[in-house]
């Protein structure tokens, strides 16, 4: 009875891995975009707070903007985050997502060929010092030199060679946490951040000491963060028009600035 038993199991094994075979020879493959749920659009991103972020109900305030951009337009959009940054860099160039949050030099040149870049926010650097540590206040002109003898606080991997020609000592930090506390503590004199990103950071992890933090005047870099499309996304056209579309709705109705006000804080 039991060599029946084996028998008509190994039979029916037998028949099942037939029909498996067939489906994988010729059903159709389970890539990314079959998960995407029909009629939405997929936008991933990394983590760069508070710009795009887990810390934030909505995300942050680039997805924000690009969700309020897209409901205008009247396209159901899904953002996924991804963490970290290379990983967002391969949901968009080899899983084929439609588009992904972050600026140009995420990409390689020959990644752009398949890209199309459109900014939707212009992050503006300002320098921070603490003023418990220069209570006379701590001024820039525009000019590199006139911050000559200070100590700047980088980011790891920061290319600090101009304000090393221009007599500023420089201390590297692993992010911008660290970098405040730096600050705060007089191990460096200043450090470059986005306006907005350098306040969250004070509001999130310095609350009770906001007060002694303060910007120079000026701005020494602008640089965009963007939405990112895939120009080999099979619906590329239909989604850059309607963000392009809903993107100019946004701004005209205010929505755009409110937003950033919004992330500006009190």
């Not at 000592?169 to 405040?180: A, C, E, P, R, Y």
């Amino acid at each position: 009875m039991k060599g029946k038993v084996l028998i008509a199991t190994s039979m029916l094994l037998a028949i099942l891995l037939v029909f498996l075979n067939t489906v994988w020879a010729t059903g159709p493959r389970l890539t990314p975009q079959l998960f995407e749920a029909e009629g939405t659009t997929k936008i991933v991103i990394y983590e760069y707070p508070p710009l795009t972020t887990f810390d934030i109900p909505d995300m942050g305030l680039c997805p924000e903007i690009i969700q309020a951009a897209f409901l205008a337009a009247g396209v159901p959009v899904t953002v996924e985050n991804q963490v970290v940054k290379s990983l967002a860099v391969y949901s968009l160039i080899q899983d084929n997502s439609a588009a992904m949050l972050g600026v140009e030099s995420d990409f390689t040149k020959e990644q752009l060929k398949q890209l199309k870049v459109v900014p939707c926010y212009i992050m503006e650097g300002r320098y921070f010092y603490c003023r418990p540590n220069h209570k006379k206040g701590l001024g820039w002109d525009g000019q590199s030199d006139s911050l000559k003898g200070y100590t700047y606080g980088a980011l790891a991997g920061e290319d600090t060679t101009a304000y090393e020609h221009a007599g500023i000592k420089t201390v590297t930090g692993d992010d911008f946490v660290s970098l405040f506390t730096m600050l705060r503590d007089g191990k460096i004199d200043f450090l470059a951040v986005d306006d907005i990103r350098g306040e969250w950071f004070i509001r999130k992890h310095f609350s009770e000491e906001k007060n002694n933090f303060a910007k120079m005047a000026g701005s020494p870099w602008k640089t965009p963060f963007s939405i990112i499309f895939n120009l080999k996304h099979p619906r590329y056209e239909e989604i850059f028009q309607s963000f392009t579309k809903g993107f100019q709705i946004i701004k005209q109705s205010g929505k755009y600035s409110e937003l950033i006000e919004k992330y500006r804080g009190p």
